[in-house]
């Protein structure tokens, strides 16, 4: 007797690290239901594209993914956040076969089994890892706290496209954080749209877990994840009162002394023009009185130039909060407009060149700073996760590194050794971005 064939689904997750999480949930549930997950357009009987809709070059992104995805194969489902837009999909690319937005599992499975009918029976479901389908290397995974967000900022449209703040009750965060603790993960990425605000929503709801009673807050669950044997980074981390509390966690080295933190801007008049909901001078304070706590705490930004009735004093402004702030890491992006901001509505916009010339003066006192802050580390001894291990190097992370946005930390040699492994080196070298390193034998 023939054996039925088992179906087979592509998939192709695009946006930040958040969406990613929603590629490993969707990813997980498609599993449990039996689906085979196809490496390439060849192998697959459908095709997934979950796409990022949030500025004008992700949307170019995710339109010309789906475009390939159609070329290539044909049989197409779109989810995500461009999803929200469904009208501008199915103008450009009329032949999918549905569209769901951002965060909508059941609306994308129904459409997956719509389309491609699941096996009668599930026989990969005690095949499924504990920890779902992960989209990211074995040792280190993104978690996400929270979807959606609270803020107004005029410049962002995340609200509008994943609502406003959901917070996940802590008992729930911190099983799936053990279970991925258990399966070898080594480093706990903490995301959300604004993790700061965690359990804002929850009103200290009480939750569960092994038997304790635990208020679902960003300090509880901090504390909470620090007792796992992993490395636990947070992630977009706004300065709010309530961060004050977890930098003695830091300190105590509980969770790793990193904070993400998209500050934006330094001009007053330009971070109340995007809406912001903090206050130039009170981040200083703040960032000094952490230090004085933490004084290993490592500080990552994001910052816009060019934003709309951004004058040369307001940019002068942004470089001095630079130089007195010390930030050891910061990107930095010229001004976009986003379809459907109210940013779109402001007066006297910056010229493109202009946003250019800034965006590189900029870059170019942000790598002094970085340059020598990494320096400064020359002759210490730390621990690092190593990533890659090459035939004469391998390439690791310090407690100052996130992956795939931050420097690394390079050690020379043929090693016998892992991914996921923890080794101490003694840094010997710095450059702009990277440190060099020798094993401590």
Known sequence: MATKSIPKVGFISLGCPKATV????????????????????????????????????AID????????????HGRVVVTGCLGTRAELIREKHPEVLAVTGPNADDAVLEAVHTHLPPPAHHPFIDLMPPQGIKLTPDHYAYI???????????????????????????GSVLNEAERLVEAGVRELLVISQDTSAYGIDLRDE???????????????????????????????????????????LMADELILPYLDMPLQHGSPSVLKAMRRPAATEKVLDRLSEWRAICPELVLRSTFIVGFPGETHADFEQLLAFLREAQLDRVGCFSYSAVAGAAANALPDP???????????????????ISRAKLAERIGKREIVLVDEVEEERIIARSYADAPEIDGTVIVAGAWEIEPGSFIEVEITASGEHDLFAEPVA
């Open 350 to 368: 910056v010229p493109e060149a202009l946003k250019e010339e800034r965006r590189q003066r900029f870059m170019a006192l942000q790598a002094e």
């Open 206 to 248: 009480v939750d569960f877990w092994k038997g304790r009673r635990l208020t679902s807050d960003i300090e509880t669950l901090a504390r909470h994840l620090g007792e796992l044997e992993a490395w636990v980074r947070l992630h977009y981390v706004y300065p709010y009162p309530q961060v004050d509390r977890l930098i003695p």
């Open 144 to 170: 996400k706290i929270s979807e959606g967000c609270n803020h107004r900022c005029s410049f962002c449209i995340i609200p509008s496209l994943r609502g406003d703040l959901v917070s996940r009750p802590i």
């Open 61 to 72: 992104e995710s339109l010309e993914a789906i475009g390939e995805a159609l070329d290539e």
């Open 22 to 57: 929603d590629s490993e949930r969707i990813l997980t549930c498609l599993r449990t239901d039996g689906y085979a997950i196809a490496s390439d357009y060849a192998g697959a009987d459908l095709v997934v594209v979950n796409t990022c809709g949030f500025i004008d070059a």
